[in-house]
């Protein structure tokens, strides 16, 4: 009987043993399909990934994949993040998003922002006192994404809100300029990122931090071009209320 599971294990294995179907490529999505690569969408293959096919199948990975949708994000680890002192779980498909500006000088290379990235972090754990970096993500006018808390944490950036929406910050003061197209267009891919991983709601609600807090985040210019942005709500469509389910619901965030 061993002998016959392990015949059938190996029978199985070699039929679905190209490293292609398990592999999980981090840009174009976590499956793959040994095809042709004519026939393969947008060309999105790689090789050697098929090992007992003939070389004109490669693995093609598919643009319905969840994580097509998602641009690259500059992990903690990859700007040098501290750890967190400690986590609190978040729920998923969230109602809000929540737009913030940091205030001070905007960054316009990876280095810059990196250094900045450790300066937020440092604030918000050595002054505030907080647990970590407050913002879920950030956006440097590089174009490139920061991790903060990430999807999976609650975050400390909106008093009332933070365990109901994701809070992504444009690294910069934008009360009289918006953030440059690079950082505009990565904040809505991020989002868009957020909504196909089931993190955010595809209903989602869009506010800036000064709808629902005493403060001018994430300055009138960025406001104003939010405003636009098609889930935007206003006051009186949104119906929203703040909840204080974890203890950083209660953090008041001040922008630096
Ligand atoms: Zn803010």
């Known amino acids: 009987m061993l002998f016959l599971l392990i015949i059938t294990a190996a029978f199985v294995t070699s039929i679905a043993g190209d490293s292609c179907e398990s592999y999980a490529h981090p840009t174009y999505g976590r499956t793959g399909r040994c095809i042709k690569t004519s026939d393969c969408p947008n060309s999105l293959f ?27 994000i500059v992990s903690r680890s990859e700007w040098g993040a501290r750890a967190a002192k400690s986590t609190t779980g978040m729920a998923k498909s969230l109602p809000y998003v929540v737009i913030h500006h940091t205030t001070g000088g905007t960054c316009a290379a990876k280095s810059a922002c990196i250094v900045k990235m450790k300066g937020f972090q440092n604030y918000h754990m050595d002054s505030n006192g907080w647990v970590d970096i407050g913002y879920s993500f950030l956006v440097g006018e590089d174009g490139n994404i920061y991790e903060g808390r990430g999807w999976t944490y609650v975050g400390a950036h909106t008093y009332g809100y933070n365990s109901q929406s994701i809070g992504i910050s444009v690294i910069g003061d934008y009360m009289s300029q918006k953030p440059n197209s690079a950082a505009l267009n990565s904040v809505k891919a991020l989002i868009e990122c957020g909504i196909s991983r089931g993190y955010i709601s595809s209903t989602y609600t869009l506010r800036g931090h000064r709808d629902l807090d005493s403060t001018s985040c994430p300055g009138n210019a960025f406001y104003n071009e939010i405003k636009t942005w098609t889930n935007y709500r206003s006051l009186v469509r949104s119906n929203m209320s703040p909840q204080f389910n974890v203890p950083e619901d209660y953090l008041v965030m001040q922008d630096m």
């Not at 790689?46 to 641009?71: H, M, Y």
């Open 46 to 72: 790689i090789s050697n990934l098929c090992e007992s096919q003939p070389a004109n199948i490669k693995c093609c990975f598919s643009p319905s994949a969840p994580t097509l949708n998602c641009p690259s």
